[in-house]
């Protein structure tokens, strides 16, 4: 692009975009910093009138509850720990089949791909009570197993992965290497990997949110508080008839951290430019 | 480098295109890098689904074997106001999500796309945020900032414009928006970023090419921006309306499908019948209207838009 | 044009063996009903207790010596806790795999409605009748009916939680309010003019949540002397009882003298008792433990509780709303020893005094109200008011329950009905009658 930033036309239009994307980032996090400026308000304080941002006393208190009241690690231990495997898994197993869809064409492809496809249009709570019967009556239910057991097949990964692999992964490149003798999985490994960073990003943040914010499967599977998921254990902060709104927000602070965490790590993956990699001409 | 091959390879190329594509016809290749994947959807998917179909044959309370009722539940399910409802607002919301969600990102990522924008790293991670926090919070924010007489919402309105108090969550009608407003703050970040790793890459020649073309911004939008991004833009497009049509959180947390039914979806709907009413047979039935209903749409879109076919 | 692959006639045989198969996968994981087995008689017990309050676990475990000594057990509890509607959630969901089920649970009274369906509390839940039966009348009829079905008693409920006035003593001196209203209509003829006055409410009701809704419409049902069903899980919503109720709603609400919030618990209820701009409230006896003390901790000893005014077409001075019902799970091994539990917890009167003193629930047993200790207590909260002077004033009016397993459909219809009375969109008899036919559509036979 060759626009130039120097007219005056053009620096209105660039100050009008910082303006609305400033806008735009005020409206997408005041929540979380709502939710940030409350955890430190005692319980009476929260739900002042103007709300306050800097709270007035600030105090600690809701995290020292929180943390001296409940097994709070236990619960992020097993969710970020969840999260994780199930997001290795899901990463390599969707790559591998979305390059498959994407690059190959074999006898019922299409019927496969429909068959894929069409699991993304299957409401959760309906194979819940089936797929809870499966695990358990297997012998499966250990948390740390069962835990991911939804989340390391999503058709959604696949679908997305194909997608991107179309869009960004020339077949030429994929010619060329056959030409120099390598192997499929050789071409998978080292030349079509590394130019999918960015949607292995993509695909592995989604991932780690599934598995990490997931209720209604935790819930029918676990018994033992100590080996509970943080929704879970914040769900019983929140449900109870006296609605612990401090411990709550608290806990939100802090669960919400894992995730910024993940997304800060890949950014760099979801960014990284392929103009470097893509073949010219 | 890569352009001597280019140049070798290119009438080969076209000869293979003729005959229907690239790559090994009969290899085991493409079965063994699709077999992990199937093998454990196998498992976890296929087994409940027929579990789940089965059941919704059946009236089942959860306890003792199941009742055979034939399609006694699918004829429920017709004359069933509620489910009728739901599938109305469902409509509603998907409506939102793929007229207005994903232009409105899509437009987001061109901003942030521009060149030598500062901040850039900032502004995308702080657009994330919204996905990030858990859905228990967002109600708890959202039920507070929309109340009708305590809210920010209303009194921001009323400070700026005098409008009287919007009863946001308790009008029929109006909640229907709320949730569409949350879905919307909830999903424009994070589907930002999708488009944002689509824009960048788009070869950079290619607007080289346009620019030099003489071609204005809306131009060079048209025909060389959405183009190149059509895969990503059609996954955008197909499952942000697949999510959107079994929209559970939001109904669920903000308004548990109230004032009286106005805002159920079908998703709540089902969990409702399942987990709420003991009604494990109608839930299922439920769920399989649900998923032909949105197979069958996402299947014509990705006819439309072009999914499974080479760029 | 690709020609048509063999996969297509192969799909429709696919179709068919996806059919069959999926009814015999269905058989197969529903079928098994695991083996009873006959509970243990004595000695050392690994009990799993299931609630949603803290509060219950520790009430439980001090309870545990008693159960020693009344028997040949030795406890050791095991215990999970989780939101009260996924209590039941979790409980079928475990019962449909054959294993890990409680062996003690505390069902709330809504979520216990769930167990009423089919015969989901006869198979799962062990049946109290007989036990007991020896405490006759003492054990009052208004908290073993909600939790009973076809005549048979499932759990012990924790508390018998009459609705009294809550009010601020100092605003209702300083404004010249009577402590009670003979009426509601003399009630709602104050509030007018106060709310007119002064912008000031004296009650309050939920107009949000579709539960919460209900439940401030249901809590002056009963004290009118109504209710949502009937003893044979019938609606009654077409009845001079309901409409009277919500007519005297609906004239509070629009008048200004009821408020309207979205729910009782949430900012919109704190910020009006903080403010001062709600003054009353009529709500169950728990409802200051869970609702008044921690949205406005500040106005410690400026609250008092009086009977309600009442209705001048009928019904007594107080209705009821809440309770949690503890169950034993049956054919169990330590079924024997959970019902042993339960009883000694609740059954016995030193232990529904210390249940009031370190709960705030109300005895379920008659005779516990004429206890002189109870009488003598004073609340700080209340100013030193001395409750149970009101709660044994009222306790004889305390109204039965019927519930049914169509709640959840009665909170989903009638909240809608309801708001629309409200709101003027409708006559009561109109929306009574509306939402007795929408029930009627969604209650499938």
């Known amino acids: 692009m060759t626009t130039t930033i120097a007219t005056p036309a053009a620096r209105v239009r660039r100050g009008l975009l910082y303006a609305t994307l400033v806008a735009l980032l005020v409206v997408f996090i005041a929540p979380l910093v709502w939710a940030i400026s409350g955890s430190f308000k005692s319980r009476g304080d929260i739900f002042e009138t103007p709300p306050r941002l800097i709270p007035d006393p600030i105090t600690a208190e809701n995290y020292a509850n929180l943390l001296g009241s409940q097994p709070f690690f236990a619960w992020f231990g097993m969710s970020v720990g969840t999260a994780l495997i199930a997001t290795v898994i899901s990463v390599f197993v969707c790559a591998l089949a979305g390059y498959g869809f994407a690059k190959f064409r074999f006898r019922g492809r299409r019927v496969l791909f429909t068959i894929m496809f069409s699991s993304l249009s299957i409401p959760f709570a309906v194979i819940l009570v089936p797929l809870f019967i499966l695990v358990v009556k297997s012998g499966l239910q250990t948390p740390w197993f069962s835990l991911i057991v939804p989340w390391v097949a999503p058709a959604f990964g696949i679908f997305m992965m194909q997608q991107f692999i179309v869009q960004s992964i020339p077949d030429d490149i994929i010619e060329a290497a056959r030409i120099d003798g390598t192997t499929e999985f050789g071409t998978f490994w080292r030349i079509v990997l590394p130019l999918l960073r960015p949607s292995l990003g993509a695909l592995a943040v989604w991932s780690f949110l599934q598995t990490y914010n997931s209720f209604l499967w935790p819930l029918v599977l676990i018994s033992d508080q100590d080996q509970y998921t943080l929704p879970l254990g914040l769900n019983i902060l929140f449900a109870s008839e006296n609605r612990s709104y401090d411990l709550v927000l608290a806990g939100a602070v802090l669960a919400s951290i894992p995730t910024i965490l993940v997304f800060i790590l890949l950014r760099k993956q979801l960014l990284e430019g392929l103009t470097a990699g893509a073949v010219k001409g | ?311 | 044009m690709t020609p048509p692959s063999p996969s297509i006639s192969r799909r429709g045989l696919f179709r068919l063996a996806a059919g069959a198969g999926g009814l015999a996968l269905l058989a197969g994981l529903t079928g098994c009903t695991p083996p009873s087995v006959p509970p243990i008689g004595s000695g050392e017990i690994d009990l799993s207790f299931w609630t949603h309050d803290d509060a219950y676990v520790r009430f439980f475990t001090d309870a545990v010596p008693r159960a020693e000594a009344a028997s040949a057990f030795r406890y050791a509890l095991g215990v999970t806790k989780a939101g009260a509607a996924d209590i039941v959630t979790k409980l079928i969901a475990q019962a449909v795999a054959g294993t890990g089920t409680p062996d003690v649970v505390g069902l709330e009274i809504g979520a216990f409605t769930r167990t009423l369906r089919g015969t989901i509390a006869s198979e799962l839940l062990t049946d109290l009748t007989d036990i007991v039966a020896p405490f006759g009348d003492d054990l009052m009829s208004a908290r073993t009916a909600p939790f009973s079905k076809d005549g048979r008693l499932y759990a012990l409920d924790s508390d018998t939680p009459m609705t009294v006035y809550y009010h601020r003593g100092d605003e209702f001196e300083r404004l010249g309010l009577p402590d009670t209203f003979g009426t509601w209509d003399d009630f709602l003829a104050t509030g007018a003019k106060l709310a007119d006055s002064d912008g000031i409410s004296l009650g309050a009701i939920a107009t949000s949540d579709p539960g919460g809704t209900v439940q401030t419409f249901h809590v002056h049902l009963l004290q009118r002397g109504g209710g949502l069903f009937d003893a044979a899980g019938e609606p009654t919503l077409e009845t001079p009882e309901a409409e009277d109720t919500l007519r005297m709603l609906v004239t509070g609400v629009q008048s200004g003298a009821l408020a309207t919030v979205s729910d009782m618990y949430g900012p919109g209820m704190q910020s009006g008792l903080k403010s001062g701009k709600i003054i009353g409230v009529n709500m169950p006896s728990w409802y200051s433990t869970y609702g008044i003390q921690p949205s406005a901790p500040e106005q410690e000893g400026l609250w008092r509780i009086s009977p309600l005014p009442r209705f001048a077409g009928g019904g007594g001075r107080t209705g009821a709303g809440g309770g949690t019902g503890f169950a034993v799970l049956r054919d169990k091994p330590a079924s024997e020893a959970g019902v042993q539990l339960i009883t000694a917890a609740y059954l016995d009167p030193e232990q529904q005094i210390k249940r009031y003193r370190d709960m705030g629930y109300l005895p379920t047993l008659r005779s516990v109200y004429d206890s002189p200790e109870l009488a003598a207590l004073e609340d700080g909260f209340f100013g030193g008011q001395r409750l149970f002077e009101v709660y044994r004033d009222i306790v004889d009016e305390a109204p039965e329950i019927h519930q049914s397993e169509n709640q959840s459909i009665m909170d989903t219809v009638l909240s809608g009905h309801l708001l629309r009375a409200y709101r003027g969109q409708a006559t009561p008899a109109e929306a009574l009658t509306d939402a007795a036919r929408d029930f009627r559509g969604q209650a499938r036979g």
């Open chain 2, 1 to 311: 480098m890569m352009s001597t091959h280019t140049e070798l390879t290119v009438v080969p190329t076209e000869l293979r295109r003729k005959h229907g594509g690239r790559s090994l016809r009969g290899g085991a290749a493409p079965y063994l890098f699709i077999a992990p994947f199937y093998v454990l959807y196998a498992l976890f998917m296929i087994v409940p689904v027929l579990a789940a179909i089965a059941l919704s044959t059946t009236e089942w309370v959860g306890i003792g074997m199941p009742a055979f009722v034939g399609l006694d539940n699918y004829l429920d399910l017709a004359r069933d106001t509620s489910f009728g409802g739901a599938l109305a607002n469902s409509g509603i919301y998907t409506l939102i999500a793929v007229i207005i969600v994903v232009p409105l990102s899509l437009l987001v990522a061109q901003g942030l796309a521009a060149k030598g924008l500062k901040f850039r790293d900032g502004f995308r991670v702080a657009y994330f945020v919204p996905m990030v926090i858990s859905p228990i919070v967002i109600a708890l924010i959202f039920s507070l900032i929309l109340d009708r007489d305590y809210g920010l919402l209303n009194a921001s309105l009323h400070a700026l414009f005098g409008i009287p108090n919007v009863d946001w969550l308790g009008d029929p009608t109006i909640a229907k928006f709320a949730i569409g407003f949350v879905l919307l703050w909830r999903t424009v970040g994070y589907l930002t970023i999708f488009f944002l790793a689509a824009l960048q890459n788009v070869p950079k020649e290619l607007y080289e090419a346009a620019a030099l073309d003489g071609a204005g911004r809306w131009r060079t939008f048209l025909t060389v921006t959405l183009p190149s991004i059509r895969p990503v833009a059609a996954f955008v497009v197909v499952t942000s309306f697949i999510s959107a049509a079994q929209l559970f959180d939001e109904p669920y947390l903000l308004t548990k499908g109230g004032p009286g039914e106005s805002t159920l979806s079908v998703a709540m709907f089902i969990f409702r019948a399942a987990f709420e009413r003991q009604q494990f047979g109608y839930a299922a039935a439920a769920g399989v209207v649900l998923f032909a209903i949105v197979f069958l749409v996402s299947q014509a879109l990705n006819r439309i838009l072009g999914i499974g076919r080479d760029q």
